[in-house]
């Protein structure tokens, strides 16, 4: 496999829907409002970041193209990769743009141009058949004019009747009471007059759009679903049939909003995450006093309050304060984690009881939160690989239906002795049907879903191949420290060393204070671990030294005492046979062993270990049933490695490994077991993570370096999230070909029952529409999806 870059890969100019350069893109093969296929395209799922329309705001790392300002603009009819294909298109011959920067969802276009190139560019996306409104601002940062009435990025405003699902009712009302007056007989006369009146106000009322962008897509010679339908119904109109015509137009347009609005969904899926985080602060001002803030307006080291019951509106270390916080939204963690000075918050976090004083470290666009849905962003618009398949097949099928079309309505009189206008009639059957909507929808809806849900689960996964590809895997390589144990180090065992002591010892609560006031005096990482695993309470203690490299010495309680390790005791003559065999039994098991000694030998062994992750034994156990070979990668010694596999469950476990032994053992994995996916802290398992088929890094949260080194980054730190993966991503692939079944089924027989003359213009519009509906509904399961567990 190739070796990848440890920074995410930017999506292409035709994938990305962020600050992308200008470019022609790929032919479409569907110009539907809802299906988003344009050029092979995924759904484009553009989720608005919470920061101020207007002003740009990099994502982490990111590289900006130049310094001209960026323009922002509202476009109403600009929902999918149809419409953004068009744009780009439009734009493609106007020097002068640096950038454009897609929100689809939003309805926005950020555009980076030099100034005297802005007109031009404006100009052309209104000759395309778009009207860019531009936006103001919420602030006078901003770097853009705009109207007084825009409404603000990531809100839609809502249609009202008329100008939403009223016209397509009372389009397809007009339809109806168009057939019914063919039916009544109504070929001649004024009923034919009043049927060909209602069937053309139904059209006005629902296709006027459509025609316009099926004429425009026919003059550039592109086969989507627009030109598909103005074809059809102008071929409808010319063999007499308005009725049928104005059937087809409504009933299209009318699945059409459906399908958008089933759509939508998935698309809101992330962007609701923007809700959980406040969009005002308490905050400190430079006086000390407090008011209340706009988010955007807070800096960087500013201090905000949050009560208890309030949610995080920005990340923070605390500064005051002891509270539970409730992590489920940024992590996935269904149990509060209680949290004090010193500690990180995330926003969208829930403050469960107490009064929190934060200083904020990061800034709105910037939160662990923000950074999350970025890169789920990226992720819905990079292409999966069954969806890469379907693009190349959907390229394919639309001019192959359509040549049969043209053969059915040129041949059939010669061939069939069919009359011409039922040849005709057949072929316009077939250009409905030939629109593949349905099945180039089919995946990236299921796969949005599938990323969507995964990253309520705390699961965020960098593109759709790698969701697939996670179905796939053989074996997993896993790290040891931080990955699947604790990472950090706890106090597990200790012992009186006085011969023939009882077990009730009097002296032992004794030692346990000695120990621990010493303990809390020094800053190395062991003795911390002693200090906090001891509950007695600290005695007087003066004169402490650090011994470096051997431990600690002080006078406690009036008496000199020393903590530290084999070598100071050897120093000081109190190593005994029977001391040292004491060490080795504890050491034989991963652990550090440090000795408390005052003048009349050692009084206290104390054993200091990293523990175990909870959830990393139900782990290994769920890749064995999941037929994947579980392995632990570590650099840590052979013994410390064989005793926490065997704790954990694997009989694959390798130690002493340097950075480059790692990557060999990548290797050899790869050779003999199929694709791999290494699991490690994202840091120093950097390379390991990269070489790997599916690089997954354990503790995301506020870990840039993890963020920026996995294809998938699991949030909460529980290293089950690993087998979930693997099970969503199998369910998403069975999902997947569910669709594309339905799709490639319902279209077969309907084109079967069109070259039989068993199926009218409007069946054919049921049963494009209908697969696509079913594709949508199936996929959207997705977000619904619970593993077993």
Partial sequence: MQSRSLSPTPPSPHDATDATPVSPPAESSCGSHACGCSGGQAIPVAIPVAIPVGVSVPRPGEHKPSSLPWAHYRIANMDCASEEADIRRALAPVSGVRGLRFQLAARTLGIQAEVNALPQVLDAIRQAGYNPQPLVPPNPTADTAAAPDAPAQGHVLPPRFMEGWGPLVIALILAVAAEIVGLAGGETGWMSWAGRALAAAAIALSGLETYRKGLTALRQGRLNINALMTVAVTGAFVIGQWPEAAMVMALYALAERIEAHSVDRARRA????????????????????????????????????????????????????????????????????????????????????????????????????????????????????????????????????????????????????????????????????????????????????????????????????????????????????????????????????????????????????????????????????????????????????????????????????????????????????????????????????????????????????????????ATVQALAQLGVHAVMLSGDNEATARHVGAQVGLQDTRGNLLPEDKLQSIDALKASHGLVAMVGDGINDAPALAKADIGIAMGGAGTDTAMEAADVVIMNDDPQRVPELIRLSRATHGVLWQNIALALGIKAVFLVLAVMGQASMWMAVFADMGASLLVVANGLRMLRWRHAD
């Fill in 270 to 617: 992330i962007q609701t995450l923007l809700d959980l985080a406040p969009r005002e602060a308490l905050a400190q001002l430079a006086d000390g006093s407090w008011q209340r803030q706009a988010v955007e307006q807070i800096t960087l080291g500013q201090s905000i309050r949050i009560a208890a019951g309030e949610r995080v509106p920005l990340d923070g270390t605390i500064e005051a304060g002891q509270s539970a916080l409730d992590q489920a939204p940024v992590t996935g963690e269904s149990l509060p984690v209680d949290k004090g000075p010193g500690d990180t918050v995330f926003a969208g976090t829930v403050n469960q009881t107490g009064e929190l004083t934060v200083r904020v470290t990061a800034l709105v666009g910037d939160t662990t939160l923000a950074r999350i849905i970025h890169a789920v962003e990226q992720a819905q618009a990079s292409r999966a690989p069954t969806q890469r398949f379907v693009d190349r097949f959907a390229a394919v099928y639309t001019p192959a239906v359509f040549a049969i079309a043209v053969a059915v309505s040129v041949l059939g009189p010669l061939l069939g002795g069919w009359s011409v206008l039922d040849a005709i009639y057949k072929a316009l059957v077939l250009l409905v049907i030939a629109c593949p909507c349905a099945l180039v929808i089919a995946t990236p809806v299921t796969v949005v879903s599938a990323l969507a849900t995964a990253a309520r689960r705390g699961i965020l996964v960098k593109g759709g191949r790698y969701l697939e590809e996670a179905r796939r895997l053989k074996a997993v390589a896993f790290d040891k420290t931080g990955t699947l144990t604790v990472g950090q180090p706890a106090l597990v065992h200790w012992e009186a060393l006085r011969p023939s002591a009882p077990s009730a010892d009097p002296e032992q609560p004794r030692l346990a204070q000695v120990a621990r006031s010493l303990a809390a005096r020094s800053t190395h990482p062991v003795s911390l671990a002693i200090a906090n695993g001891l509950t007695a309470g600290a005695l007087p203690t003066d004169q402490v030294q650090a011994l470096p490299g051997r431990g600690t010495q002080g006078w406690v309680d009036g008496i000199p005492h020393v903590l530290g390790n084999h070598r100071l005791m050897t120093e000081r003559g109190h190593m005994t046979a029977d001391l040292t065999a004491r060490m080795q039994t504890q050491e034989a098991q991963g652990r550090t062993v440090t000795l408390l000694a005052n003048d009349q030998g050692a009084q206290a062994l104390f054993a200091v270990a990293d523990t175990v992750k909870p959830g990393a034994a």
